[in-house]
């Protein structure tokens, strides 16, 4: 049963930049990409992008300019880092499983709220 | 980018009554890679349809996908206490994945 657990810092000064990990528990890594999804306050879900362990990134159009997806396969871990962050970036971050070829996400972390605030 | 609208807004029914969820694209979803997720308030969102009308692993019968192309819909049947929550689709075309903006389904 795979398990994903979002790590990082709550709190995060304007213009600087978001890092989040994401690590995996149980399940094989290298068939499945790795997402990272997120909420605003009171609005629905936004996808950022995705990684495959294999060297794939893929990143939302909207965030491409600033987002970068990582992967360390020794560490079962994968990372979001998201420049130059404005209030508009405060969310709930998840970390997702996605699966290939049927295009959606079975597995999720619980979140990490994310607040962009001097 | 492909948008995803769906409709209704909220919809209130008492537990029982079945749910009609509506999920409209504004160009076709290729493949029909189209999924349903039921989140509940401070849990992760859980996938419940797949493919637009394959049900995803523990997901019960009362749950059903249908439609093709543009339109999509998400039944739920016989509704219980725990199916109150929000639900949205998502697409995936254009190596690129999109949400819509959700239904909120509450009790009556």
């Known amino acids: 049963q795979v398990q994903l657990q979002e790590s990082g810092p709550r709190l995060v000064r304007p213009s600087e930049t978001l890092s989040l990990i994401c690590t995996v528990s149980?399940?094989?890594?290298?068939?499945?990409?790795w997402s990272w999804i997120r909420q605003p306050p009171g609005k629905g879900l936004e996808w950022i992008g995705y990684?495959?362990?294999?060297?794939?990134?893929n990143y939302n159009p909207s965030l491409k300019s600033r987002v970068s997806i990582t992967g360390d396969a020794s560490k079962r871990q994968f990372s979001l880092s998201l420049t130059s962050v404005t209030a508009a970036d405060t969310a709930v971050y998840y970390c997702?499983?996605?699966?290939?070829?049927?295009?959606?996400?079975?597995?999720w972390g619980q979140g990490n709220l994310v607040t962009v605030s001097s | 980018e492909n948008v995803l609208t769906q409709s209704p807004g909220t919809l209130s029914l008492s537990p029982g009554e079945s749910a009609t969820l509506s999920c409209r694209a504004s160009?076709?979803?290729?493949?029909?890679?189209l999924a349903w997720y039921q989140h509940r308030p401070g849990q992760a969102p859980k996938v419940l349809i797949y493919?637009?009308?394959r049900r995803a692993a523990g997901i019960p019968d009362r749950f059903s996908g249908s439609g093709s192309g543009t339109d999509f819909t998400l039944t739920i049947s016989r509704l219980e206490p725990e199916d109150f929550a929000v639900y949205y689709c998502?697409?995936?075309?254009?190596?690129?994945?999109?949400f819509g903006q959700g239904t909120k389904l509450e009790i009556k």
């Open positions: 997702a499983r996605g699966h290939w070829l049927v295009y959606y996400f079975d597995s």
């Open positions: 149980g399940g094989d890594i290298s068939s499945y990409y």
């Open positions: 990684m495959y362990f294999g060297g794939t990134t």
């Open positions: 160009q076709r979803v290729t493949g029909n890679f």
């Open positions: 493919g637009a009308y």
């Open positions: 998502q697409q995936y075309g254009s190596s690129s994945f999109t």
